[in-house]
C-alpha cells in the first residue's frame, strides 16, 4: 500500500526510486507487466500491484524499486516500518477499481475486495464451512467443551 501511495501522489513524467524490504513486493511489480491479462489474478494484492501498474503507465512514470535488507539499521527503513505499524491501526484505504480501466471485473466477497486467487479463496472458504458444520454437530460439542475446559486450567 505505500507503494501505491508514493506512485499515487508522485507529478506525471517523474522518475520514482523506492527503497523497500519486500522482495515480493518488488517481483510482483516487475511482473505485472509480462503476466498474461487473466495471470495477474493468481497474484497476492493484485489490485494494487495493477493500480501501480496502471497509474505508472498513465502518469508516465519511471519506476525503479530497490531492495534493501531489514531490519539492518538503516535510518529511513526503521522510519516507514514504524509508520507502517502505525498505519495498520488506521482504516484501510483500497483502490478505486472502477477507475481501473485494465481490469474487467472484480472478485468480492460481502463487499470486500478478494485479495488472493479464488482457488485458494474458495478452498478457505469451503475448509471454514466443513469445521464449522463439524464443531456444531451433537456429538463434537463435548469434546470442545472439554478442550476449551482444559485449555483454560
Known sequence: MAILTA????PKHSRLCIFTDSQAAIDAIANAATNLRKAHRKLKNWTIVKAIEEIANVQNL??????VKAHSGVIH?????????????KPVCS???QSLTSVNA?????????????????KKLGKAKHSIKWRLLNRNISTTSAFKSKQIQ
Not at 506512485?7 to 508522485?10: F, N, Q, R, W
Not at 519511471?62 to 531492495?67: A, C, G, H, S
Request: glycine letters at 2%.
Open 7 to 10: 506512485v499515487y501522489a508522485t
Open 62 to 67: 519511471t519506476l525503479r524499486l530497490e531492495k
Open 77 to 89: 527503513n526503521e522510519t516507514a516500518d514504524k509508520l507502517a505499524r502505525e498505519g495498520c491501526l
Open 95 to 97: 483502490p478505486d477499481l
Open 106 to 122: 472484480v472478485s468480492c466477497w460481502n463487499t470486500e475486495t478478494i485479495e488472493e486467487p479464488l482457488r485458494h479463496f474458495t
